[in-house]
C-alpha cells in the first residue's frame, strides 16, 4: 500500500493566499491611478493648458500692439528719451509673445503625442489590471480551496490496518511504517498466492 502523504504547509499556502489578496488590494487602486492619471494629463494639456496659453498669446498680443502704439507716438512727438525706453517695452513684449507661441506650440505638440506615447502603455497597465481583476482573484479562491481540500485530508485518520491496531500497549505490537508497510502487504499477497 502507498505511504500517507506527509501535509505539513498548509499555513505557508494560507500565508501566501493572504499575501496575494494583500498585493491585490495595493496593486490594482495603483494601475487605477495610473489610468487616471494618463487622462488627468490628456484633460490638462486639451483644456487647462492650451486654453491658458491662447489667453496668453492674446493678452501679450495686445501688450505688442500697446507697446508699438506708444512707439509710434514717440517718433511721432520727437522726443528722444520716451523712444528708447519704448524700443525696451516693444522688445520685451516681442520676447514675451514669442515665448508664449512657443509654449502653445510645445502644447499643440504634446496635445498630437501624448495618444502615440501613451497608448502603449496603457494598454499594457490594462492588460495587466484585467489580469490582477479576473486571474488572480480566480488564483486567490482556488488557494482557498486548496486550503480546504489540505485541511480536511489532514484531518482524515489513518486506516486501522495501516497505523497499528487500536488495543495495542507496546512498540512490538504495532504494525510496520513507511516502507516496511508496503513489504509486508507483499508479502502477505504473495502467501496468498502460494496458498491457492
Not at 493566499?17 to 487602486?29: G, N
Not at 489610468?35 to 492674446?58: D, I, K, Y
Not at 486548496?146 to 497505523?163: D, H, Q, R
Amino acid at each position: 500500500m502507498a505511504e500517507r502523504a506527509q501535509v505539513t504547509s498548509v499555513e505557508a499556502i494560507e500565508a501566501f493566499r493572504a499575501d496575494l489578496i494583500v498585493f491585490l488590494s495595493k496593486a490594482r487602486p495603483a494601475l487605477e491611478e495610473i489610468s487616471a492619471e494618463v487622462v488627468r494629463t490628456r484633460v490638462w494639456l486639451e483644456t487647462t493648458q492650451h486654453s491658458h496659453w491662447q489667453g496668453e498669446v492674446r493678452r501679450r498680443g495686445r501688450e505688442l500692439e500697446e507697446a508699438q502704439q506708444e512707439l509710434f507716438s514717440a517718433r511721432i512727438s520727437k522726443l528722444q528719451e520716451a523712444t528708447a525706453a519704448q524700443h525696451i517695452a516693444v522688445t520685451r513684449a516681442r520676447q514675451a509673445i514669442r515665448e508664449a507661441e512657443a509654449k502653445l506650440a510645445v502644447i499643440k505638440k504634446w496635445e498630437r503625442e501624448l495618444e502615440n506615447r501613451t497608448e502603449p502603455l496603457v494598454k499594457q497597465v490594462d492588460q495587466l489590471h484585467g489580469f490582477l481583476a479576473m486571474d488572480m482573484v480566480k488564483a486567490v479562491a482556488y488557494l482557498g480551496e486548496v486550503v480546504k481540500t489540505l485541511e480536511a485530508y489532514a484531518g482524515v485518520a489513518p486506516p486501522v490496518g495501516i497505523a497499528g491496531s487500536a488495543g495495542s500497549g507496546s512498540r512490538a505490537d504495532e504494525a510496520p511504517k513507511g516502507d516496511e508497510q508496503a513489504d509486508t502487504a507483499a508479502r502477505g499477497q504473495r502467501t496468498t498466492q502460494e496458498g491457492t
